[in-house]
């Protein structure tokens, strides 16, 4: 039934079946394995940013516990001298802020500081100007590093107009020639990582102590009208998020969160569910940043007559230091704000209600090693750091890159900084002007995708090998059919002509419708074409037992001599009656030589390769058949058969011993032949344990037919 309906397939039908059976499974394959694959993606995804939101919220908590520590800091700690213990116990001491060089665990710290109401700087660094430094242990040279960091923190504050750049030095806290002179020398950011270590509790010695105690103002007197000096804190803590497009100069802006066009197709499906996760916590965070009411103790000079202000600094050196008092008072403390400033430093502070004034105290941090310090580590310890680049930015300005794909610590602008969203989220306050952003660079699908990947090759593969060697055998099975069918034809033509022209010759006896002197040439004939259609039946015999693998051999001992003397006498009248002559060559040290072949099959192979040059090389000018033997190196023995015919083309070397396979059209075809001669000699030597070979020679083509001597 498969051969019936092959029969009327032709090969271009039969390629486009094929393609259109390989599509109808191809198309829902890929389709399957795509949406796999897609949904691997998706888990990788959901996966990596449940890791971008797990280091977010870690990077939150260590910023907070920062923050936090810095939170539990008194009022007074941000002076140079602090009560220690009972205010009673008259022991005063320097603050944990005054310590030298500054040791914070905050990343980036440059320094502290506070503002007064009438906008004058402070520092916890210096002591006040009635103060003598020499007794707490500060040395000159420290004295002067210690100003120099004072004078680089009112630098960078006047800077950015949030302190007047000059003070007078009795309003700022300037010490006399015995203490501190100011200088004004740019110092480099100090940071450590160790925390402070207090100093212990001292006596005043000889200073004059009193107590004095202050109840504290109610709320309806503490917030009142303000100092200009503090004004520009106030338009930092109302600063919109809109914020302009362009970076100023020095603030190392790299450009806006817009300008980064991130794709966000695969964060926008899951907005929702993280918006429900951070919400709550968020709120519960923030609820707990209210102003607190603390009581503090501090030590404070007693006011000095007028004339000791106006002395010349010499003078003022020999004006014995005024006495302290301590007084005790309550202050209403608000949590901390951040800011990013102008010049690119980032400033941490806080307001405090005390006496119906209003004072600032904050600190003062470089902004890529605050940045860095606890984001960097923390973004370098996970796989994100293999995929993904952590962005931060500040109401909407980008400040810092952290890539993983190029290894480099920041990025030069928005350009380079383009992905798709991972995760986006803000920090909680203070630093809730901080945003982090989590783009990614290279989404690996992991261990499953290598698997589906491998899927896939494989049965592509597999689709492709089936399809092919599919139309391969249905090819092969086309030509077999084509072949039978010139095969049929050819056989059908081989049969009828020759027993067309014995009828006639043997019905032109019969009558006696022949000369006496033409009835030889007519037995003669008659002799010649039977023998020819005995060779067809052979032939197809054969043919039929090869089909059947029922071919028998019978193997005999026989000389390469007495098998040319076998085919010479049975070729060589088929030789003349063509026109041909014959010429038999064997050396006498090769007629010796020992063969196991089959006589009849050999005989066979013989006068099929003889009947392929007569009706291949009719048309030649030389008209003769050359047989020869001859040794080879490895001992065997090969017979020869060459023609002086057109030869065979280079193309049809190795397709002529095909079964069925002829070099010429069946309908233009100019020689007799079925296509089955050649692949018979074929496999006939192939039986015997021979081999066949084919070359051209100028002129003509020449069979070599090998067998192993013994």
């Not at 002076?79 to 001491?93: E, H, R, T, Y």
């Not at 007197?221 to 803590?237: H, M, N, P, T, Y």
């Not at 690119?344 to 806080?350: A, D, F, L, N, S």
């Not at 405090?352 to 973004?379: A, C, H, N, P």
Request: glycine content about 6%.
């Amino acid at each position: 039934m498969a051969r019936t309906a092959l029969n009327g397939l032709s090969k271009n039908k039969l390629r486009l079946w094929l393609m259109v059976f390989f599509f109808a499974l191809a198309i829902p394959s890929g389709l399957l394995v795509y949406q796999a694959y897609d949904q691997l993606k998706w888990e990788a995804f959901h996966r990596h940013r449940l890791l971008a939101e797990e280091l977010a919220t870690r990077i939150d908590k260590g910023y907070a516990q920062l923050i936090e520590a810095e939170e539990r800091r008194a009022f007074v700690d941000y002076n140079f001298l602090v009560v220690a213990g009972d205010p009673k116990s008259n022991f005063i001491q320097r603050s944990a802020l005054s310590n030298f060089p500054v040791r914070s665990p905050i990343p980036g710290l440059i320094g502290y500081f506070q503002v007064d109401s009438e906008g004058v700087f402070k520092t916890p660094l210096l002591p006040d100007s009635t103060l003598a430094a020499s007794e707490y242990g500060i040395q000159a040279e420290e004295l002067t590093q210690r100003k120099e960091l004072a004078n680089h923190l009112r630098a960078i504050l006047g800077e950015n107009r949030l302190v007047s750049a000059e003070q007078h030095e009795d309003r700022a806290g300037a010490l006399t020639e015995e203490m501190v002179t100011p200088a004004e020398i740019p110092l480099s950011d100090s940071t450590g990582s160790n925390y402070f270590s207090s100093t212990e509790p001292r006596p005043t010695r000889d200073r004059e102590i009193t107590v004095e105690s202050d109840k504290a103002s109610g709320d309806d007197g503490i917030k009142k009208e303000l100092a200009a000096g503090q004004a520009v804190f106030d338009r930092l803590s109302e600063q919109k998020v809109d914020r302009p497009s362009k970076a100023l100069p020095g603030s190392n802006v790299l450009g806006r969160v817009e300008d980064l066009q991130l794709d966000s197709s695969f964060e926008a499906a899951q907005a929702p569910m993280r918006q429900q996760r951070i919400a709550p916590k968020t709120k519960t965070k923030l609820a707990k940043r209210a102003p607190r009411i603390e009581r503090s103790a501090l030590p404070e000079p007693e006011s000095l007559p007028a004339q000791s202000t106006s002395m010349a600094a010499p003078q003022a050196a020999a004006v014995a230091p005024a006495p302290l008092r301590i007084r005790t008072f309550e202050s209403e403390i608000d949590p901390f704000e951040m800011s990013l400033l102008d010049s690119g430093h980032i400033v941490i502070y806080r307001k405090v209600w005390r006496d119906k004034q209003r004072y600032i105290q904050g600190m003062l941090v470089e902004q890529s090693d605050f940045l860095s310090g606890v984001m960097e580590t923390s973004f370098r310890a996970t796989s994100l750091a293999l995929m993904s680049e952590l962005i931060t930015a500040y109401q909407g300005n980008v400040l810092t890159a952290f890539s993983a794909t190029t290894g480099e610590r920041y990025q030069t602008g928005t350009q380079a900084l383009r992905g798709a969203l991972l995760y986006q989220t803000r920090l909680t306050a203070p630093l809730n002007g901080l945003e982090l952003i989590f783009t990614i660079q290279r989404l690996p699908a992991g261990p499953g995708g290598t698997v589906i990947a491998w899927i896939a090759v494989i049965l592509f593969l597999l689709l492709s090998g089936g399809f092919y060697a599919i139309y391969r055998l249905g090819l092969g099975q086309i030509n077999l059919i084509s072949q039978q069918q010139d095969f049929v034809s050819a056989v059908s033509h081989e049969l009828k002509t020759p027993l067309t022209s014995i009828r006639m010759y043997g019905e032109m006896l019969r009558e006696g419708w022949v000369k006496e002197d033409k009835k030889r040439d007519y037995y003669d004939y008659i002799h010649d074409e039977s023998e020819r259609l005995t060779r067809l039946i052979n032939n197809v015999l054969q043919l039929a037992r090869v089909t059947r693998n029922g071919l028998q051999v019978q193997l005999k001992s026989v000389t390469a001599g007495e098998l040319m003397d076998m085919i010479g006498s049975k070729i060589e009248s088929q030789a003349k009656r063509a026109g041909f002559d014959l010429r038999l060559n064997c050396p006498s040290d090769c007629a010796a030589r020992t063969l196991q072949v089959d006589p009849d099959y050999f005989t066979q192979i013989i006068i099929n390769l003889v009947d392929n040059a007569i009706k291949f090389s009719a048309k030649s000018e030389i008209k003769a058949i050359d047989i020869e033997c001859g040794v080879q190196q490895d001992s065997s023995v090969v017979f020869k058969v060459r023609d002086y015919g057109p030869g065979i083309a280079k193309d049809q070397l190795k397709k002529i011993f095909k079964l069925f396979y002829r070099s010429e059209n069946e309908l233009t075809r100019e020689t007799v032949g079925t296509g089955i001669g050649l692949a018979l000699v074929s496999q006939l030597a192939t039986t015997m344990k021979g081999t066949v070979d084919v070359v051209n020679i100028e002129p003509g083509v020449e069979f070599r037919v090998s067998f192993l001597s013994h």
